[in-house]
Each structure stands twice: as structure tokens, then as C-alpha cells.
């Protein structure tokens, strides 16, 4: 039976209020919007209103979480599952309405510019990767 591997965060950083910018080990980049857990979570609730607490994001032990405080982290899964639904929107939007339909930030699938990084799906890694799907 194959397995697959858990994405691992090589770094993280702050790319807007309630946004990371997650460096997959793959080498893959997502820019991802956490409001949504910080919002419907009691935990998250001092990164609501402190944004030199959101800024202080680290990479956890072995890359399986972001953390901020000792009792406030998040998983990699989770982060790799937003950028997933997130990066599925946003393709929809334009596919659906065209470019004038979507309000966002620039997208790309380029990895190599460094003004706005491309948001990782996980089909465009195992592609470049050349692991097959299971």
C-alpha cells in the first residue's frame, strides 16, 4: 500500500495581517489566509488584535507546525489543507469569470519570482516532484 509523506514547513513568515507565507520543504511556496481558524478558535484569539504576536510565527520542531506562544500552534496538515481549498478558489474564480473577476493578490505559478511567490497545490508538487499519486 503507498504511503504518503506529511508536508513539512522548511520556513514561515508574515506576508500580510492574518497571512503566512509557508516554505514547504518541496521547495514549494503557498501564501495562506489563516483568518478563518484564528477567527472561530478561543485559542487563536490574542492574534486577532496583536500583531507583533502574529509576526513572531516560527517553524515548530521537525517542520510539523507553526507555532506562536507555547499553546498556540498550528499543523502543518492544516496550514497544507488551507492552502489546498485556497488555491482552489482562486483557480475557480478565474476559470469561471476570467482575470477581471478576481479581486485578489497577484497569482502565479512561477517559483522563481520573488515578488509574489506561487500558491503550492498538491498535484503541481508530486508533479514536479515526480512522486506518483496514490
Known amino acids: 500500500m503507498p504511503t504518503r509523506s506529511l508536508p513539512r514547513i522548511a520556513d514561515v513568515s508574515t506576508n500580510a495581517p492574518l497571512t503566512l507565507r509557508v516554505l514547504w520543504q518541496t521547495g514549494a511556496v ?3 489566509d489563516v483568518s478563518g481558524p484564528v477567527s472561530s478558535f478561543a485559542m487563536y484569539a490574542p492574534l486577532r488584535t496583536d500583531p507583533a504576536l502574529f509576526s ?10 507553526i507555532i506562536w506562544t507555547d ?13 489546498q481549498a485556497q488555491s482552489v478558489e482562486t483557480l475557480t474564480a478565474v476559470q469561471a469569470y ?4 478576481y479581486s485578489g493578490p497577484p497569482y502565479s505559478t512561477d517559483t522563481s519570482s520573488s ?3 506561487a500558491i503550492a497545490t498538491p498535484q503541481a508538487t508530486e508533479r514536479s516532484s515526480g512522486t506518483p499519486r496514490a
Do not use: Q
Open 30 to 32: 503557498s501564501v495562506i
Open 115 to 117: 515578488t509574489m511567490p
Open 98 to 101: 476570467g482575470d477581471a473577476a
Open 71 to 83: 499553546a498556540m500552534d498550528m499543523s502543518a496538515d492544516t496550514l497544507w489543507r488551507l492552502a
Open 56 to 65: 513572531s510565527v516560527r517553524v515548530g520542531e521537525y517542520g510539523t507546525d
